[in-house]
């Protein structure tokens, strides 16, 4: 069986030509929004190729932002070069998803994830929580205690600040 035979099959099964659904391996050269200017090996540069998945209409998305200079691979699904995607990214620099109200953020420029939705964030809470360690009281024989002691403030200052260098 030839490659033209192979090829015929394959457009029969899938109901269209897939020369074009073959991944394109390209460059980032630039980083725009949710979109991309990638450098395929030819040396054209194609403008505006999206980074997220979902392209209806909703805020829900999964996107994952290359590093500029890193290797990527584009698909096509019309064979038109003003509608190519990445299907596969080497090296991420930031990652987001988002589902309805719901978002997690991995950004590797500062090492951080961030999860949050409409109303709260979990940074926010994780403060708040220590707050509420600090500012805590229990009843005793005598009254009301004090407030944690120092040594307690200091290991709920550690934590707080063992938390922000993970979440923002």
């Known amino acids: ?17 897939a020369m074009y659904l073959l991944p394109i391996p390209a460059t980032v050269m630039a980083i725009t929004g949710e979109t991309c200017t990638v450098k395929i090996d030819s040396g054209l540069e194609i403008p505006e190729v999206r980074m997220k998945t979902f392209i209806n209409n909703s805020d829900s998305k999964l996107l994952i932002v290359p590093k500029v200079g890193s290797r990527v691979h584009c698909l096509s699904l019309t064979g038109n070069l ?16 988002k589902l309805n109200d719901l978002s997690f ?21 994780l403060e708040d929580l220590s707050g509420i360690i600090k500012q805590l009281t229990v009843s005793t024989g005598v009254g009301p ?24």
């Open 145 to 168: 205690s004090g407030t944690p002691l120092p040594p307690t403030i200091a290991s709920l200052n550690q934590w707080e600040n063992e938390v922000k260098t993970l979440i923002k």
């Open 82 to 97: 003003n509608d190519i995607t990445l299907i596969q990214v080497d090296e991420p620099e930031l990652i987001e998803c």
């Open 105 to 125: 953020v991995l950004d590797g420029g500062d090492n951080k994830a961030k999860i949050s939705n409409d109303s709260n964030d979990l940074l926010s809470i």
């Open 1 to 17: 069986m030839s490659y033209g035979d192979i090829k015929e099959q394959i457009k029969k099964i899938i109901g269209i030509d």
